[in-house]
């Protein structure tokens, strides 16, 4: 025996399968629009957060909310530096400055994968350092060995020249021109001096205390005399 045939509905016959009526696409088209409008404005404000400091503190290194303040700053106002420190006027830190400059955390922190891996290991380890220490030019360019630490700074998206312009444009220092290298002395790392979290040092001051300290700045003792365990954490 042969089972009997339906026969096939004619296109449009009764039994056919309906198309979706064009007021039922137009919604599906401005649903699928919608999904894909907030995930991009969701993406984008993620980027923007992945270069403030409350995400560095959120997801990566342990709660560093003194050393955030120091980023949220404002000119003109009293605050504390990273250690908790008092600082007259919050706009004399570099931080601030490169902040005002439309700079992020990642101008100068710039991760590489290797870096972050290890940050990660450290992390869900619980051996890290805390509060974490300061940070030197050579420790900064540790995982992007680059072949001058220097051009973490000099560099074309930040000050834009070469040592050598550098030391020409200090030339009115004179003798004393900390960005020249001397025959006695090694050679000075941007960050023996200029600091971001806390006030700047000239570091020249620690063998001649005749120098000029730069308004906002601090002398070698001085310096030495911040509290870093004033750090509230």
Known sequence: MTEDKQ???????????KAPSPQRR???????????AVLVVAGAGFWVWHE????CNAICHAPQDPINATYDGVPGQAGLDK???????????????HKEAGETCLSCHEP???????????????????????????????????DDPASLCLNEGCHNMTRDDLVAATAAMGDRNPHKTF?????????DCHKSHRQSVNACSRCHD??????GWLSA??????NASAFPY
């Not at 137009?26 to 894909?36: L, M, N, P, Q, S």
């Not at 403030?52 to 995400?55: K, V």
Request: include cysteine.
């Open 183 to 191: 025959p006695r002395h090694d050679e000075l790392s941007c960050s």
């Open 83 to 97: 250690w908790g420190n008092p600082v007259a006027d919050m706009g004399d830190l570099l931080v601030v400055q």
């Open 112 to 146: 590489t994968l290797g870096q972050q891996i290890t940050e990660g290991m450290h992390w869900v380890s619980g051996d890290f350092e805390y509060p974490l220490d300061e940070r030197s030019l050579d420790d900064l360019n540790h995982y992007l060995q680059k």
């Open 26 to 36: 137009r919604k599906t088209a401005v649903v699928i629009g919608v999904v894909c």
């Open 221 to 226: 003792d001085e310096a030495a005399q911040l």
């Open 210 to 215: 005749d120098v000029p300290v730069p308004d």
């Open 7 to 17: 026969p096939m509905p004619a296109e449009g016959g009764e039994g056919a399968p």
């Open 52 to 55: 403030q400091p409350s995400f």
